[in-house]
Structures are given as C-alpha cells and as structure tokens.
C-alpha cells in the first residue's frame, strides 16, 4: 500500500515574474490544468491556493493539476516552470485525522452509490485503484485544508507582530 504519510497539504501561490496565463494553461479535453485558471492574478498571488501533494524525496507532486503523472512537481520555496511557487507544505495526516475507508476507484466509477454514506460522515477516503495499485486519498471535507493557509499567514505574517511588547527584557 502507497503510504499516506506520503501526503501533503501544500499551499500554493503565484510568482507573478514567471507566471504567464497562456503557457500555463494546459488543456485536454477541454479542461484546464492550470490550478490559478479561474481566479485573477493578484488573488493567485496573495489568497493562493490549498492542494493536495504526494512526495517523493524532497519533490511534491501535484497529482491532480497533472496532465500526466508527475508533470508538476514542487520544491518548497521555488517557482517551477508555470509560475507556482509551494510555499508552505503540512503532513495530510496532521490535518485530516480520522481513520479513512477504503474504496475501489473503479468500483466508484461504475457506481457513484457507494460514496453517498461517506459524503455525509467522513472527512475524506482512500481510493484504491486495481489498474495502477496505488491508494490516493480523496478528500470530502476541503474546510479543513484552508487551516493550512492559515497556518502558513499565521507564522509568517501575523506571528512576529502578536509577540511584539510581550518579550522579557
């Protein structure tokens, strides 16, 4: 089984010295893979975005904004080639702490029924595909990815001013 501590929350924003919106837009079948597609620069910019990541060694891949596997990859603190720079990254199981169920991708496929009981009750699942054998989680619940741009504006923006005057001298 593909382990899960695999998994990351990264939050992404946009470099706006690299990014271009014409060569980031990737298409197939008429569906954009550019994460940033649908908001404006400056929001890509300062709100950025929340997404799911898989790493390996010190690279994170961006499985789901992927044409193909491992087309995106990440390196915290660095723009890749499209203009996305992974700025802050937490371990998926620090954030979503439940025990997960196991489903079947290609199951689900055939017969979406068997995510209803799920939808209402759990905060994501494991999809297990027969055809690639790999487990990717699948999140129901993205609330709780926002606690990680919180997180991140929490330490390197509000932090430093809320400890100011309440030092020991």
């Given amino acids: ?24 837009r990737r298409m197939i079948d008429d569906v954009n893979y ?16 929340v997404i799911l ?23 915290l603190g660095k723009t890749e080639k499209h203009g996305i720079r992974l700025t802050h990254v937490k371990k998926f199981t620090d954030v979503y702490k439940e025990k997960p169920q196991i489903l079947v991708k290609e199951d689900v496929e055939n ?18 595909s027969k055809l690639d054998k790999t487990y990717v989680p699948v999140i129901i619940n993205e609330e709780k990815m926002l606690d990680v741009r919180e997180e991140y504006f929490d330490i390197f923006f509000r932090q430093p001013y809320q400890n100011k005057g309440t030092q020991k001298k």
């Fill in 111 to 128: 017969d979406c029924s068997l995510l209803y009981d799920l939808l209402f009750e759990h905060e994501y699942y494991i999809s297990y």
């Fill in 1 to 24: 089984m593909n382990n899960i501590d695999n998994y990351y929350l990264g939050f992404i924003q946009l470099d706006p010295t690299v990014y271009n919106r014409d060569t980031a």
């Fill in 34 to 49: 550019d994460p940033f597609c649908e908001d404006s620069e400056i929001v890509g910019m300062i709100q950025g975005k």
């Fill in 53 to 75: 990541l898989r790493k390996e060694g010190d690279i994170f891949y961006d499985e789901y904004s992927s044409r193909y596997k491992n087309e995106i990859k990440l390196k």
